[in-house]
């Protein structure tokens, strides 16, 4: 599934332009939806309800911990 292009913003709402940042930022979007993709075929084939497992992803998202807060 190939999204829309994503306009990457900085916290004061510029834009990152740099073509490697964003070359990084695709890849690592790119390697975290295939990685979620398979984890979602695996809980579907081993008969888990997919409500559940969607929901589940989104905890684990929301939880992410911010390693650079307060810098």
């Known amino acids: 599934m190939n999204a829309p292009e994503i306009i990457w913003k900085r916290p004061d ?4 332009a740099c073509t490697e940042k964003i070359k990084v930022l695709r ?19 081993m008969e888990c309800e997919e409500h559940q497992i969607r929901a589940v992803f989104q905890e684990v998202i929301a939880g992410l ?5 307060g810098r």
Do not use: I, K
Request: aromatic share 8%; net charge negative; proline share 4%.
């Open 13 to 16: 709402g510029s834009v990152v």
């Open 27 to 45: 890849e690592n979007l790119e390697e975290l939806r295939q990685m979620a993709q398979d984890a979602f075929e695996d809980a579907l084939l």
């Open 65 to 69: 911990e911010n390693p650079y807060a």
